[in-house]
């Protein structure tokens, strides 16, 4: 099991990816995570860096530089969700352990990976995880759930796999790895296995359990395992610490708790007990102290550098009296990774955790929401948290909503009611089945699932499962209630048309499929189905209306459109399909979210196929973006959003949230706020300089200061971008030059200048 799929090389992109985590904006092109960092698990040391796993990523702080940066697939990673990590001294080689057993050894710059585990067909996917690292000169010992992998650093390639270790070769898990240089110990959840380092380790007959009459509990599973001055311990839920005091003895170790026990690690030839708000330090006589701090909540992880501690928290993040007193180095992220959907407003992305599962139960999600605000995450939580701001109880916040007139974000709880939040003064408001003079007074269960504001401000809500399920909020306060039939009493999502049509997106169950289109002024309803509406599918997943005023509608097998909303209610009213490669656009395939961008083109987000991006026509696909060809972190596409000012498409996945910038954003009124970025432009960048707040579609000239021309295009939406180059493909010299926008008359006016150093 020698295979070694690439090596691949940290670039420039890398750099400029971490410099822009705190920027509002990214160069075009690339990528950035936008994921929880505050659940560490694993830490690496090296001589000036500290590796840190979080609950789903990989980040490292740079003793000397001072600095936090994150590592993802944008820079070369082969997974977005590492699992455990260790660091070789003796071969310089950070060795990282993914959930889905794929292998990164990252020596300095380069990237070498191992994706044997990850490709077998032999081990399934439920025993590929990485639970443990275990070093040992050249050898790294990954325990996994199928058993044990070892991985030679020397040669850079899996040596051999130890298989089928549980009693007449049946499997066994391995939960941790240790050794004293005469036998391997492994913990697994039927106690502790050794066998002579000597034996056929790949023969379950090798490996012999430690009985009764050995002084360990019988049949209790093994979680941590750890070797110092010649002692072996393990740690037994319910039973406490036990320590191995000759080659068949076992013996409790006295004055220890009998539960709570996260990790056990030699540091410094003392045993290291994690748990949950203290560090204990064994050494042979027994407890010689212990290290404790209020932020400490879940301890799972420590290293010791310069007599100074790092600890990996499950709730606070990378902690560390690095300088001075306690504090947490994990970078800046979303609070909780359980992402359900984000929503774009006034230039921020508010990101929410709830939702609900297929049968639409509650998940009772408490992770509240975050809001995205010039490259900053800020997190909202009903508990008193580190790095969270206040705000009222509520779970499974899964739809948001913006007021612009009135300042009023309102997210709905699909539970809970709703909550809004005074953006300019942070205070926030609730109305829910307490509230007088609404819809919800005196309900026992207020399950808001769809929320839009219309041209007037006037709010609408979507109430799941309600006989009249379809709310509005006049601005002057006042409630109207709105409902059709039985099967539309599950609205998922509204939209609003430019005829003030409300098209409402049922769920996909079979009592509630298809669109309810309500005119609410004019009193007319219709529930849209493949008999009354010719739908090709009736499951519908995704909904957005385009910057024409066509409708887009995502279902379980392709994309319909109605090109005339104004004639829904006609009697021979029958929704159209776009072809694409003479079949209907995406067809078969789940299509779980539409975005529309500042050019008018199509963002299509799917179940299981990542991303795909048409121009605004449909006629052309422009990319189609996936795990494998990108930095995606995920196939499954749950929602997406886009930042019209400046263009960064914001998606949704079920491993959390990620954005990508492709730079196309809504046109401006106002061409005195054009912006350049990066500006000026550094020796060593490389990518496109975006040109924003342009025109729709204006024509742009770059000169430099004589006026040559040097480069001309067109912008997309309100976006244009030049690669640095002139006509002939040669990178622009260094000097000043003058963006120049074309109006419809043919008429030039100087916009910006860009420096290129």
Known sequence: ????????????????????????????????????????????????????????????????????????????????????????????????????????????????????????????????NINHIFLQGRWAYLATNFGVV????????????????????????????????????????????????????????????????????ANVAVQNIAFSHNLLYVSLEGFGLYKLINPTTWQAVTGMPINGYNNLQNIDNQI??????????????????????????????????????????????????????????????TFSIRNWKNFYFAG??????????????????????????????????????????????????????????????????????????????????????????????????VKVSALTTDRQGNLWVGRYGATNSLLCRRTDGTWQSFGFNSATRFPEDIVVDFRGYKWIRLSPIPSATGVWVCDTEGGQNKHLTPTNGKLTNPNILSIAIDRNGVLWLGSESGVMTVFNPQNVFNSNFEVTFPIFERRQLLESIAVTAIAIDGANRKWFGTHKNGVYLFDATVSKLLAHFTTENSPLISNQIRHISINDRNGEVFITTNQGLCSYREGVTVASE??????????????????????????????????????????????????????LRDYNGRRAAPGIYLVFSVNAEGEAGEVAKIAVL
């Open 150 to 217: 070892v991985v030679d650093l020397e040669k850079n390639e899996i040596r051999e796999t130890w298989r089928n270790l549980g009693t007449g070769g049946s499997n066994l898990a391995v939960n941790a790895i240790a050794s004293d240089g005469l036998r391997f110990y492994l913990a697994t959840p039927q106690g502790v296995r050794f066998a002579s380092v000597s034996a056929n380790l790949q023969d379950f007959n090798s490996w012999q359990f430690f009985g009764v009459s050995s002084g360990l509990p």
């Open 670 to 723: 106002n061409l005195g706020k054009v912006k350049v970025f990066p500006n000026p432009v550094k020796p060593d960048f490389s990518g496109l300089v975006g040109i924003e707040g342009l025109a729709e579609n204006a024509e742009v000239k770059i000169t430099d200061v004589s006026g040559t021309l040097i480069y001309q295009t067109t912008a997309k939406g309100g976006t244009a971008t030049w690669n």
């Open 1 to 128: 099991m020698s295979e070694m799929k690439k090596v691949t090389v940290f670039c420039l992109i890398f750099q400029v990816f971490t410099y822009a985590l705190a920027q509002e904006n990214i160069p075009l092109g690339t990528w950035r995570v936008h994921l929880p960092y505050r659940s560490v698990k694993s830490l690496a040391a090296s001589e000036s860096k500290i590796y840190a796993v979080a609950q789903s990523g990989l980040f490292v702080y740079d003793l000397q530089e001072n600095s936090t940066q994150i590592l993802s697939k944008s820079d070369g990673l082969a997974e977005a969700q590492a699992s455990q990590i260790a660091y070789s001294v003796e071969y310089q080689k950070l060795i990282v352990g993914y959930f889905n057993g794929n292998i990164d050894l990252i020596a300095g710059r380069n990237i070498i990976n191992l994706p044997a585990i990850r490709n077998s067909t032999q081990v399934a996917e439920n025993l590929k």
């Open 272 to 333: 290291a007990v994690l748990q949950n708000n203290q560090v204990i330090w064994l050494n042979t006589s027994g407890i010689v102290g212990n290290l404790s701090n209020p932020l400490f909540q879940k301890i799972n992880a420590i290293q010791k550098i310069n007599n100074r501690f790092w600890l990996a928290d499950a709730i606070n993040g990378l902690l560390s009296d690095w300088e001075g007193s306690f504090r947490s180095y994990s970078p800046n992220g």
């Open 348 to 445: 921020k992305i508010v990101a929410l955790s709830g939702g609900y599962n297929s049968s639409y139960a509650n998940l009772n999600n408490t992770d509240g929401f975050d809001i995205f605000s010039e490259g900053f995450w800020q997190s909202y939580h009903f508990q008193n948290l580190s790095n969270t701001l206040p705000m009222p109880f509520a779970f499974d916040l899964n739809c948001a909503a913006y007021n612009a007139s009135q300042k009023t974000l309102t997210l709905g709880s699909f539970g809970n009611g709703i909550i809004q939040q005074n953006t300019e003064t942070g205070t926030f408001s609730v109305i829910d089945e307490t509230t007088p003079n609404t819809p919800f007074f005196g309900a026992s269960d």
